[in-house]
């Protein structure tokens, strides 16, 4: 019998998930997003009643431990198609092959098991036993065979995560002057929490095989399950305003390879983006973006984007951040307003991006530039 205590977590787990899972079909938006995010949910559910099944279904455990097999070898997959629709990656709903041959494989293992005797499934899922005969051996070598490559495939989705953040990240900061609303740093608190839910996955299975099973490492997986299911349940429905530009672009040799942008157009936009930002103040805009920028200089927005990168240097947020923190350094300096105050000032929305943008270009803080200026004089 299970401790009442895991059940009770799981149980509250399952209704975390389940009510996830209900906003993701009530929820307006791209099939893709929803589709790949609503596997997600299904995929925790799937692992969450585990024990509430062993609890009060004893009998169903020896068909539903194969079907976990299939969740748990589909769950990378539809997190990383969850991402790239989520970051503007193509909206289309078709899925590779190469993202299904491991779900794929793991259905014809479950099928396998299903078929087998319902001695033979006891004797595996619920005694721990392996029986005689060609089938059961095979299946438990195709398991093993399976959960190894999964181990492999989940690195490769997990790197393939990060690329994709980081070209979104990329692109967002040609775009807008304040990306906080964009960026999707939760996604990162979710992963973390994934990598950890992975890890002590794998540490209950080797505790539950080698010693026996424990209380705390099973409420550690439950508990980091809990904490990942919030983070989904809160960020997950807050869509980020579409982006102006498509994400795949943002490699410049290939958004720029079409442009009719000659050196002497390019030397003469990049003086009228400084008289912009120094005669217009445009930076003071805190919503400023690259398409309102391009209006204003009478040039397209790539054209504007190819100067930025290849005749000054610098991304459109980097640019514009950089005229924000050299109208910041007097306020600094006076030291009558509060850092924020500074911040709102000059155009950031938020004082923690004020904060790292002065010290991306000063290597100080405000606080230290403002000693530093101090001691010279």
């Known amino acids: 019998m299970e401790n009442a205590a895991v059940v009770t977590l799981a149980g509250l787990c399952l209704g975390i998930a389940l009510t996830g899972l209900l906003s993701v079909v009530l929820r307006k938006g791209g099939l893709r997003e929803r589709f790949s995010l609503g596997f997600v949910y299904v995929g925790f559910i799937g692992m969450i009643a585990l024990p509430i099944v062993r609890a009060f279904a004893e009998p169903v455990l020896i068909n539903y431990m194969p079907l976990l097999l299939v969740i748990l070898l589909a769950l990378p997959p539809a997190f990383y198609h969850y991402i790239a629709a989520r970051t503007g990656a193509g909206p289309s709903l078709k899925i590779p092959w190469r993202d299904l041959a491991l ?60 690329r994709r953040l980081a070209a979104y990240r990329a692109q967002i900061r040609q775009l807008y002057s304040d990306v906080e609303k964009r960026d999707l740093r939760w996604i990162d608190v979710v992963m973390g929490l994934l990598t950890m839910i992975w890890a002590v996955g794998a540490l209950c299975l080797a ?120 109208a910041s350094k007097p306020l600094i300096m006076k030291g009558d307003a509060s850092v924020l105050a500074v911040a709102l000032d000059v155009g950031f929305n938020s004082r923690s991006t004020f904060y790292k943008a002065f010290k991306r270009e000063t290597g100080m803080t405000p606080k230290a530039y403002r000693a530093s200026l101090a001691i010279a004089d």
């Open 207 to 326: 505790d539950e095989n080698f010693a026996g099973g424990t209380l705390f490492v099973e409420t550690l997986f439950l508990a980091l399950i809990a904490g990942g299911l919030l983070i989904l349940n809160i960020f997950a429905p807050i869509a980020p305003p579409e982006l102006e530009l498509s994400v795949e672009e943002h490699e410049p040799d290939l958004k720029y390879s079409r442009s009719a942008l000659t050196p002497s157009h390019a030397a003469k936009l990049a003086a009228r983006l400084e008289t912009a930002m120094q005669k217009d103040t445009l930076f003071l805009d805190p919503s400023l973006s690259l398409q309102r920028l391009s209006q204003h200089v009478g040039a397209l927005p790539n054209q504007v984007s190819q100067t930025l990168n290849q005749e000054i240097g610098a991304s459109f947020f980097d640019y514009v951040a950089r005229w924000r923190i050299e």
């Open 103 to 162: 779900p794929l494989a793991g259905g014809v293992v479950c099928i396998g098991y299903w078929i087998l005797p319902a001695q033979a499934k006891t004797a595996m899922f619920v005694l721990g036993e392996l029986p005689s005969g060609f089938l059961p051996v095979a299946l438990a070598l195709a398991t093993f065979f399976l959960i190894v490559v999964w181990f492999f495939a989940s690195f490769a989705y997990l790197v393939a995560i990060l």
